[in-house]
């Protein structure tokens, strides 16, 4: 068994921000030099979110717009308490989730033609951090 | 270690549509002759979903409605401006997602008595593809 | 190739309970001695969670008034037929997701500094149970 470790470094301009990431997590791939196996992708932070999407910039749209409407910055959350304004991130990002599986296969990352990685930055403006593990063979 | 891939193919007839698989998933554990290990199912597109669910159609209805009253088929979503009409479907895979991990022990899915795993359709009616991916020994 | 398995029992006395288990996952990680590889932890019912959280009582009280107000607890649902009364925390569940991955990097979980993992009950008072699996070398 083979197993690669990579991590990607985030600070955003802005507080919340999408990234495709794909060429990120493709690189990790090809270095691990692993032809079947699995690639995790995660969020070293709860106020983030990594997750597979069309790379439509309507859509992409769409999906702030949502999440802001469920769960708005802004509102009053118990979580500031601590003295962070971030409740809003924590929620957005245990909806969207911080962490995605994808397969290897045949040294490439088997996912359909629409599908590329994104990260998802719901509190930005401060460093973040993002795994990428391969294992396989 | 050893590795297996399998592909399902779904054309559903309705535009959303929930279909258990569990026979098929479990079908390609065995196929894998893997004892302890993981099997990834997920979908290849990003307007249809995996999940575990229980096998009752009184709880898939519910989901069904939760999930249009949340973010109805229907209404205008700025991915339209490709020409789609599934802005609807994107959102309902992003809050089920398109994929889970199923544990794998004695040769078996290492799941509760009720677990069922299922493929949700929200954009039916046109191909599309499911990757079924067993890793372990 | 190594694997390991474990199996965590619950039993709260409230119907709706979140509950750090991340020293449980450790130790199974431990147990496994596994220096590179992934870490399952899910619940074996659609009706609790697995998820990786903050450990701040706050934004747990975030997440339940959240998750209570989307899909409450005391709404007819359809899933009630079967006699049960829990179709809230199917939908609790399918929302926060019953499943995670972790990554193992040196022996160790390769989490964020902040990054707690919990077993969220949304329907307790009886037995319940989450697997984990460790599986690399």
């Known amino acids: 068994m083979k197993s690669h470790t990579a991590y990607l470094w ?9 990234i495709n990431i ?8 090809k270095k691990a030099r692993v032809k079947e196996g699995f690639c995790f992708v995660g969020a070293m932070h709860t106020s983030a979110a990594i997750w597979v999407n069309d790379a439509d910039d309507g859509l992409l749209q769409d999906i702030e717009e949502f999440l802001q ?8 959350y118990r979580h500031h308490h601590t003295g962070e304004d971030n409740g809003d991130a924590h929620l957005k990002s245990l909806l969207v989730h911080p962490q995605v599986i994808l397969p290897i296969t045949g040294g490439k990352l088997d996912l359909g033609p629409w599908q590329q990685v994104y990260y998802g930055e719901f509190d930005g403006k401060r460093k973040k951090r993002v795994v990428i593990k391969v294992i396989g063979e």
């Open 10 to 18: 985030f600070e955003t301009k802005a507080r919340r921000e999408f």
């Open 22 to 29: 794909q060429d990120k997590v493709e690189a990790a791939v």
């Open 69 to 76: 409407q469920l769960v708005p910055f802004g509102k009053k």
